[in-house]
């Protein structure tokens, strides 16, 4: 069992920087995988990033390439979302997954555990 909570959402206003973490517990050496995922009102559940949990390597949305930024430490059991530039469109519950398992990336389906979400709201 892995547990995930993340923490660090909030109200910005729009071109401003918000970092969300996203604390790792449990079963920590069987993730393969950690993800960010967000939704909107009344929009589907979409991916924003990945890394491996053991290298760092990282995929971006396209939404998310060039201001959003992945990372973790594994020393913390941490996950972390460095989002730069906020739009109004970035306003979502935004949630950390993980997997067990090599594969797919994308689609939520695909991963074994979730956070609760963490609300951000990007407005003036």
């Known amino acids: 069992q892995v547990v995930l909570l993340e923490s660090g959402g909030g109200l910005v206003a729009p071109g401003g920087s918000l970092t969300l973490s996203c604390a790792v517990s449990?079963?920590?050496?069987?993730?393969?995988?950690m993800g960010w995922f967000r939704q909107a009102p009344r929009k589907e559940r979409e991916f924003v990033a990945v890394?491996?949990?053991?290298?760092?390597?990282?995929f971006y949305s396209e939404s998310a390439q060039g201001r959003f930024s992945i990372s973790r430490d594994n020393a913390k059991n941490t996950m972390y979302l460095q989002m730069n530039s906020l739009k109004a469109e970035d306003t979502a519950v935004y949630y950390c997954a993980a997997k067990n398992s090599g594969g797919v990336i994308i689609p939520p389906r695909a991963y074994d555990y979730w956070g609760q979400g963490t609300q951000v709201t990007v407005s003036s």
């Open positions: 890394l491996t949990w053991s290298g760092g390597s990282t």
């Open positions: 449990g079963r920590t050496s069987s993730v393969v995988h």
